[in-house]
């Protein structure tokens, strides 16, 4: 469930540009305005308000907020103001394009794996048509800054055009949970069948698949993973099944990271907040909660401040 | 250019679907009438033709033909009968089942590298709903038919939505055909570079690094690939070049192949009929031309008989 709250009756996007246009205009922006309106439109909102902006002034509204707002805020909503399948497909870009530090596999794997297969191909759709290049040839370009096998991993995932079926095959489940335990026991990461079984299977043939696991070695396939937190063929593994299986869990993971690691990571919890916002960030919430005990909200507010705070906490719909 | 001949007028899709009863019925089928009439309609008018059988008489009209027909014609009937996309899915399906024969690995190349992405796309879609499985998933579980290298290159070739629009990076092409290049030479050519390239880059960025390696090295990329008829990775690399930048040179090959060879190919012969008629059958047949003196239909002629023959030369146009 979306976190997001749109007011009943909600003002034309005529209106909502006007007002846009207010803020923007006099002594300093006024930054409480455009969040109290931005915060609260939906995707299709938002698009209306833009193109009603640009037939009123002349001017895109997303350059417009470019130069009246700065730092986090203007970050946060300039990947707010895009749709899904565009917001995803900057954010990989943005990744795929980095030098420096390397780019962060995570962004690859969520957006491939927690996407629907239609989701994601939206995505490889709006990637081609803003870069001139498939989101495929990029990431598999990127060799370099990967070991090889994580390379190998992200290439596949976002090269499969999942079956998004029900159907479960549970003979192949209790066959592919051996090939991943044996892969897994003979420390034989790298295995191909591990990265087959990931990149092509359903989930929801993969859900019943760890759950065999589960049953017959007791234990979930991710506690079997070594704990080293320094190998990123481990880390990125463990994100692909999370982020396959349990999106939520995954989500709220990322954000308590970014809060309780020395220093806020904002990049991550504006990319979750944002991206979540219209989605699951409902959910999230209450899985954060009751891994935390203390409402996602409440961690956010201490940790960041200003017109970024009420932006987010906006967005979290409290 | 099809070499499909649609007369025009057309019958209306219930006399046809009332001539076709009338070729069943009586002594023996008519097959003469049968050929005369779906040789000559396009996808959507089979399909029309189709509904309006099952309308007339309740019964489906492929499975009527099933038992009306034998042999190598009904073969070519059944998948003449369905649009691309379901046919394509047909053909992957069929070989991706068989356990022996080793399934030919130019089917999936050659439906994975003619096709556009967005047919491709087509026929991934239609493989999911008639087989509650995805294309990538199949063909990634045949891994133990083929060398490693193969299932690596034949994975990789299903799993991109490739980039079609004709922009081309000069530099990268002289970067990626000496990448190519030094793979050939080093005799690696299991080299994930090989893969990469040829899985991922768009076709037109591949045809400018094919010609900058023509260019720099004297000599095509085909051509400096061994000569070992036996090697299964060269021979899935060259189906892969050639079906990826020359089309109707690959299909021209593959039906003198299935020809000239003792024992004619029948089913090479009916899937690239049938496949291409309503597609570049005209091209095929001229590029059949200038390689062998000899008009397609022609050496076909020779080569078949009754009516399978009268089927075939009916779909090459002549």
Redesign the interface.
């Known amino acids: 469930m979306a976190s997001l709250k749109v007011p009943h009756p909600v003002p034309s996007p005529t209106e909502d540009a006007e007002s846009l246009r207010k803020a923007f205009e006099g002594w300093g922006t006024n930054e409480k305005s455009i969040i109290s309106i931005l915060a609260h439109r939906d995707a299709a909102q938002r698009k209306q308000i833009r193109l009603a902006y640009e037939e009123l002034y002349q001017q895109d509204l997303i350059k417009r907020m470019e130069s009246e707002l700065t730092g986090h805020l203007e970050k946060a909503m300039y990947r707010w103001m895009f749709g899904p399948a565009e917001r995803e497909a900057i954010l990989v870009y943005t990744e795929v394009r980095k030098a420096n530090p390397t780019p962060d596999p995570r962004v690859i794997i969520e957006i491939a794996c927690v996407s629907s297969p239609e989701e994601l191909?939206a995505v490889?759709k709006v990637y081609?048509s803003c870069y001139?290049?498939?989101?495929?040839?990029d990431v598999?370009?990127l060799?370099s800054c990967w070991s090889?096998i994580v390379s190998?991993l992200l290439?596949?995932l976002v090269?499969?055009?999942?079956?998004?079926?029900g159907?479960i095959d549970t003979r192949l489940a209790h066959v592919e949970a051996k090939t991943l335990h044996d892969a897994i026991n003979e420390k034989a990461f790298g295995h191909?069948e591990v990265i087959?079984i990931l990149?092509?299977?359903?989930k929801a043939q993969l859900n019943a698949t760890f759950n065999c696991y589960k049953d017959e070695y007791g234990t979930t396939i991710n506690k079997s993973l070594p704990a080293d937190s320094e190998n990123e063929f481990f880390l990125a593994l463990r994100a692909t099944i999370r982020s396959l299986t349990s999106p939520c869990k995954y989500f709220e993971k990322l954000l308590r990271n970014a809060i309780i690691n020395h220093g806020t990571d904002e990049n991550t919890l504006t990319r979750v907040i944002v991206m979540r916002a219209e989605k699951d960030l409902q959910e999230i919430k209450e899985v954060y909660y009751k891994r935390n005990n203390v409402p996602l909200a409440h961690a956010i507010a201490k940790d960041i401040s200003g017109d970024y705070k009420a932006f987010l906490l906006a967005l979290l719909g409290d």
Chains 1, 2 share one sequence.
């Open positions: 191909l490889k081609q001139k290049h498939s989101l495929e040839e598999a370009s060799r090889r190998q290439v596949a090269g499969t055009y999942r079956y998004d079926g159907e191909e087959r990149t092509t299977r359903s």
